[in-house]
């Protein structure tokens, strides 16, 4: 792929991670939204006196985004055991963690829990130097972490979460406005149990996606909603002294 292609997906990453719209951009640029989608499709062009443009947009500037480009990594899809120790040992650094994977702005950080502007810049100066995200000026971050990101399944922090999360949020009533509790037992194929896992995965990031373009609406328009999923080859455990010997189960389906 060609240096100039990497530039503009790198700025289509940038836009899309700060919320910004093609229809958004073209106003802050007094540009039609077709003329910036021509400009960021494949084989569009993009003068520089544009980028500087959008860099301003994007409270950047060219500098900052050359030097990403040339230091272009592989997103980071866990952290170590040593890392992930790190973060469940301080309370406020792993709540500023969930919530930059929830891509929160800073200020909805310290206006929405007892954290001091102090504790906060703390915490993704922590988060920046784990590699989770990428700090920018005025507490702006990047997130550095792939889509398919997640805590390791038998690691601190989920340990954390099945302790003194999960008995808490399984503990309501999931009847309100807008909630929904569903438990779905069957027998798929393992290639389909993939497939299904993955379109999971895409629902969390739709969840992800529609936070950011909800940032734009007045704070009492927004509740605050937490999605949990699951899936695994798993029984009732409460069920199995009922489930017949798998050589009686297929002697009796004949």
Same mark, same amino acid.
């Given at each position: 792929?060609?240096?100039? *292609?990497?530039? !503009?997906?790198?700025?289509? $990453?940038?836009?899309?991670?700060?919320?910004?719209?093609?229809?958004?951009?073209?106003?802050?640029?007094?540009?039609?939204?077709?003329?910036?989608?021509?400009?960021?499709?494949?084989?569009? =062009?993009?003068?520089?006196?544009? !980028?500087?443009? !959008?860099?301003?947009?994007?409270?950047? @500037?060219?500098?900052?985004?050359?030097?990403? #480009?040339? *230091?272009?990594? &592989?997103?980071?899809?866990?952290?170590?055991? *040593?890392? =992930?120790?790190?973060?469940?040992?301080? =309370?406020?650094? #792993?709540?500023?963690? !969930?919530?930059?994977? $929830?891509?929160?702005?800073?200020?909805?950080?310290?206006?929405?829990?007892?954290?001091?502007?102090? @504790?906060?810049?703390?915490?993704?100066?922590?988060?920046?130097?784990?590699?989770?995200?990428?700090?920018? &000026?005025?507490?702006?971050?990047?997130?550095?972490?792939?889509?398919?990101?997640?805590? /390791? &399944?038998?690691?601190?922090?989920?340990?954390?979460?099945?302790?003194?999360?999960? *008995?808490?949020?399984?503990?309501?009533?999931?009847?309100?406005?807008?909630?929904?509790?569903?438990?779905?037992?069957?027998?798929?194929?393992?290639?389909?149990? /993939?497939?299904?896992?993955?379109?999971?995965?895409?629902?969390?990031?739709?969840?992800?996606?529609?936070?950011?373009? @909800?940032?734009?609406? &007045?704070?009492?328009?927004?509740?605050?909603?937490? #999605?949990?999923?699951?899936?695994?080859?798993? #029984?009732?455990?409460?069920?199995?002294?009922?489930?017949?010997?798998?050589?009686?189960?297929?002697?009796?389906?004949?």
């Amino acid at each position: 792929m060609s240096s100039t *292609q990497t530039l !503009i997906d790198l700025i289509k $990453s940038e836009l899309k991670q700060s919320g910004v719209s093609y229809a958004q951009l073209a106003k802050e640029l007094d540009l039609s939204e077709s003329s910036v989608k021509r400009m960021f499709a494949v084989g569009g =062009e993009m003068p520089l006196s544009r !980028i500087d443009e !959008i860099c301003r947009v994007l409270r950047t @500037d060219f500098a900052e985004l050359s030097q990403r #480009l040339a *230091q272009a990594q &592989p997103l980071r899809r866990e952290l170590t055991l *040593q890392q =992930e120790r790190e973060v469940v040992a301080d =309370e406020k650094l #792993l709540l500023t963690a !969930i919530c930059c994977l $929830s891509q929160w702005t800073f200020e909805q950080i310290v206006s929405t829990y007892r954290m001091s502007e102090a @504790d906060a810049t703390r915490a993704l100066a922590q988060l920046d130097r784990l590699g989770i995200i990428e700090l920018r &000026p005025l507490n702006r971050y990047r997130l550095q972490v792939a889509k398919t990101f997640r805590w /390791r &399944p038998q690691g601190p922090v989920m340990s954390f979460f099945r302790d003194h999360v999960m *008995q808490d949020f399984f503990g309501g009533g999931f009847d309100g406005d807008a909630e929904l509790l569903m438990l779905v037992h069957g027998q798929l194929s393992p290639g389909m149990a /993939r497939e299904l896992r993955d379109r999971l995965q895409r629902v969390a990031e739709d969840f992800s996606r529609q936070h950011l373009l @909800d940032q734009k609406l &007045p704070e009492q328009e927004k509740r605050q909603f937490t #999605l949990v999923m699951g899936m695994r080859c798993w #029984l009732f455990e409460r069920f199995k002294h009922l489930q017949r010997p798998a050589g009686v189960a297929k002697a009796l389906k004949r």
